[in-house]
T-cell receptor, first 111, second 115 residues
Framework: GENVEQHPSTLSVQEGDSAVIKCTYS??????FPWYKQELGKRPQLIIDIRSNVGEKKDQRIAVTLNKTAKHFSLHITETQPEDSAVYFCAARAGNTPLVFGKGTRLSVIA | DGGITQSPKYLFRKEGQNVTLSCEQNLNHDAMYWYRQDPGQGLRLIYYSQIVNDFQKGDIAEGYSVSREKKESFPLTVTSAQKNPTAFYLC??????????????FGPGTRLTVT
């Protein structure tokens, strides 16, 4: 089955700097790659996703890139703000199988 | 995600007791999921259901049971056979799988503490 690896597990950046979180997946049939943000004690919230027929997608300060050949995808957050501090999860899915999640990255934005 | 509710928010039980966690959705989603979250472990799939009266085991189904008698409801029972039940439990739902990429939304979660 699918296996998703996520790095780093923790990340600290200065406010205004960029943050990059990387994930790799194992199943070449995977075609959907969402990213979730989870604040302490809250539910994971979908922040951006990308389909396998697209190489990059951007939404304001957030962007996701996908390299199908290398089977990895990344989340890029520019001009980080303190409210970006949270745990971020990547996930991957092939066909109608359930999402498989990475173990998460705890991002701390230092003011 | 506002259309998925879980109750209660906090639940306390004594060891050896079964406990049922509620999950309801009014999004007309076909698929529903249960995840367990422990610190540093990410989101691990317990059970999922893609259609009423049918469900499949996830990666950590031992000690749990589910039912899917109605499209809107997918309750999870944590049995006394679950060795370490204290965790944050998240329910999720999505439109019918297999028709393309689809978003999955989460409920607010139930924090279960067993002593």
């Amino acid at each position: 089955g699918e296996n998703v690896e996520q790095h780093p597990s923790t990340l600290s950046v200065q406010e205004g700097d960029s943050a990059v979180i990387k994930c790799t997946y194992s199943d070449s049939a995977s075609n959907y790659f969402p990213w979730y943000k989870q604040e302490l004690g809250k539910r994971p919230q979908l922040i951006i996703d990308i389909r396998s027929n697209v190489g990059e997608k951007k939404d304001q300060r957030i962007a996701v890139t996908l390299n199908k050949t290398a089977k990895h995808f990344s989340l890029h957050i520019t001009e980080t703000q303190p409210e970006d501090s949270a745990v971020y999860f990547c996930a991957a899915r092939a066909g109608n199988t359930p999402l498989v999640f990475g173990k998460g990255t705890r991002l701390s934005v230092i003011a | 995600d506002g259309g998925i509710t879980q109750s209660p928010k906090y639940l306390f039980r004594k060891e050896g007791q079964n406990v049922t966690l509620s999950c309801e959705q009014n999004l007309n989603h076909d698929a529903m999921y249960w995840y367990r979250q422990d610190p540093g472990q990410g989101l691990r799939l317990i059970y999922y259901s893609q259609i009423v009266n049918d469900f499949q085991k996830g990666d950590i189904a031992e000690g749990y049971s589910v039912s899917r008698e109605k499209k809107e409801s997918f309750p999870l029972t944590v049995t006394s056979a679950q060795k370490n039940p204290t965790a944050f439990y998240l329910c999720a739902s999505s439109i019918r799988p297999g028709i393309g990429a689809y978003e999955q939304y989460f409920g607010p979660g139930t924090r279960l503490t067993v002593t």
